[in-house]
């Protein structure tokens, strides 16, 4: 959707991206990122690991450049591939008007925005799902159960059968609320003068709304602190929707991704477990605690895959 292509999974390039992505993820959670943050004046001075992030944007934008001026090669407008052929023909569209925001720099910066979100969010949250499937098998069997019930195992999973499997519904929810990827949420700034909680906010202050306190919110969560697919189920197994399940915001500013990363967590995480039954490596004991970076992301970890 980005770019007008998929890229092999061998792909120099495409390794490149994903390796770049995320170690400038790790390094904008880290310690350095977070002292670049508070001191910028004294920290751009100083070394350390925190120079690394620039130079990897840099990278990162090249690398969109490259298929950005790609594109401009055989650019048709009445006739757009992907979501840089659509801004190519806004910035065209909006060429003597400098304050509408559409340039080639907004066009990288953008477009970056979307396939590292896109990209790695989603990954994250998989390596999650096999974490917590291998930590509780008895959750996986019951996964695997109405999968083979709903579906079988000759035929793909399809969206229509999400109303259908109330269970796995709950069971990737949960590997949600629990995976918090993004515990600290991401900041926004008060577009106007307002009071919240019975504090002044002027306006351009900026807000940090921590979706961990309501992820693991005790008044709501029966279990806030244990992986609990019950969570999301009625009495009677009926999948229900918990108002403090936010892991994409909530507001104008909710991930714009959010309908697209429901439809490809469902269908690649009962995909997966149709296929194939986890294990952890014999003796070794899984890592629920997960590293700090941009998003929360699990230690390395090696898995046991068998067909079924």
């Not at 949600?176 to 008060?190: E, K, S, T």
């Not at 992986?227 to 936010?246: I, T």
Request: hydrophobic share 40%; charged share 20%; proline share 7%.
């Amino acid at each position: 959707m980005v770019f007008g292509h998929r890229f092999d999974y061998s792909d120099q390039d495409f390794q490149m991206l994903l390796k770049l992505l995320s170690e400038t993820i790790q390094l904008d959670g880290s310690i350095w990122g977070q002292l670049y943050e508070a001191f910028p004046t004294v920290m751009r001075f100083l070394p350390g690991p925190h120079n690394e992030i620039f130079r990897q944007y840099k990278e990162l934008c090249a690398f969109v450049r490259g298929e950005l001026e790609k594109h401009k090669e055989d650019w048709d407008p009445s006739v757009p591939r992907d979501y840089i052929d659509s801004f190519l023909a806004e910035i065209e569209h909006n060429k003597h008007d400098p304050e509408a925001g559409f340039d080639e720099v907004n066009l990288i910066m953008c477009t970056l925005d979307l396939f590292l979100a896109g990209t790695e969010t989603t990954s994250t949250t998989l390596r999650w799902a096999l974490l917590y499937m291998m930590k509780y098998p008895g959750i996986q069997e019951k996964v695997q159960a109405e999968i083979d019930r709903v579906i079988g195992q000759s035929r793909q999973p399809a969206m229509a059968d999400r109303a259908n499997m109330p269970y796995t519904d709950a069971v990737i929810h949960e590997i949600q609320r629990m995976g918090n990827i993004v515990p600290m949420n991401l900041p926004r700034i008060a577009s106007k003068d307002t009071t919240l909680g019975g504090h002044f906010l002027p306006k351009g202050t900026p807000i940090l709304p921590i979706l961990t306190s309501v992820m693991f919110d005790k008044t709501v969560w029966q279990t806030p602190d244990t992986f609990n697919p019950g969570h999301f189920l009625d009495s009677d197994g009926k999948f229900v929707r918990q108002d403090a399940f936010m892991p994409f915001s909530a507001g104008k500013r909710v991930c714009p991704g959010e309908l697209l990363a429901k439809m490809e967590l469902f269908l690649f995480f009962v995909f997966i477990f149709q296929k194939f039954s986890f294990s952890p490596v014999q003796g070794v004991e899984l890592n629920l605690e997960g590293q700090i970076g941009t998003t929360l992301t699990p230690v390395p970890f090696k898995i046991c895959a068998s067909l079924r």
